[in-house]
């Protein structure tokens, strides 16, 4: 019986500790060790020991990938230099004329991609408000091959019903991907509800340490894989072994860091709610949240990610709040241990045109939070001098 089947059968902690985790079979090292080549002998030409050159596959890579398909419940992973690297073989997935929907809500630098490299290539995206899967229904044509969502998103935390979506795509013959990140797979496993591919910016919880960028797909469908490993090998977006190993290691956290992310997510939340100069908050825990039912149903916890504007909500006034913090960092990126305080209008989502990010609900006062795992009345404290 292989590793995958036995610990397929165990808890979610067993499976994050163990996963894609064998003793190194030289020396019996506990830890997956650095491979740090580029290229490997072969006692003959095309004889090998399943390695040839480092771009298309890496002991330490190859690891890494068995771990990721493990803890989202799927058969196979692959992993990239990057998030946005990782979306980007999606999309090479397409051809000219073929039509993506994807969710109107989104990380800037998945619209970027989108919008300013892959439009002049021919590919066609519609952004639509995918909470409302009649939405989804509505914007379906005949050359829809594609439909992106993330849940919840980034940054207002709308959560889209991960299953219903998958039947509509599966109905119009198009593929699902869905964006985990801020889920993270201990929240959340979108294969288990019927999706084709989970996308991870493996910076982010997976990581959990920010001190390292990449990316991650998972996916049942071997076709689908080799189709996806063919572009990683002949495009050569490929992580390093070192930031292989830095993965691998945060995975092993994972579990833990997640319930200390939910628990101080969800005291911040009810903290700043209950602000009198704090006007709304973005927090998919909140049972009047919109489809919160679904978010309750579909994921294990709501996580350390929000958004708030204060009920004085000019840039100004937003301005003053990011630039005070003391714990919570002004910076881009989420999902490490520390606490992170961005503004998505001038940082994460800038490439989103104004008149679209306003349309959207993503206005200039709104800040977004990505709760750390440091002792939450602390970090409230810093909030409350922070907002005054």
Known sequence: MSQQDILSTKKIATRFIHAGAEPDPSTGAIMTPIYQTSTYVQSAPGV???FEYARSQNPTRLALENAMAMIENGKFGLVFGSGVAATDAVIKLLKPGDQVIAANDMYGGTYRLFTKIFEKFGIRFSFVDTTHTANIESALTPNTKLIWIETPTNPLMNITDIAAVSAIAKKAGALLCVDNTFASPYLQNPLDLGADIVMHSSTKYLGGHSDVIQGALVMNDP???EQLYFIQKSCGAVPGPMDCFLVLRGIKTLHVRMKQ???NGAKIAQYLRNHPKVGKVFWCGFEDHHNHDIAKRQMRGFGGMMSFVMKDDSIENANRVLSSTK???????????ESLINHPASMT???IPR???IKNGLVDGLIRLSVGIEDADDLIDDLAQAIG
């Open 355 to 357: 008149e679209e990010r």
């Open 327 to 337: 714990l919570f960092s002004l910076a881009e990126s989420l999902g490490g241990v």
């Open 349 to 351: 989502h800038a490439s």
């Open 223 to 225: 076709a689908l894989r």
């Open 48 to 50: 090998h020991k399943g």
């Open 261 to 263: 992310h939910c628990e």
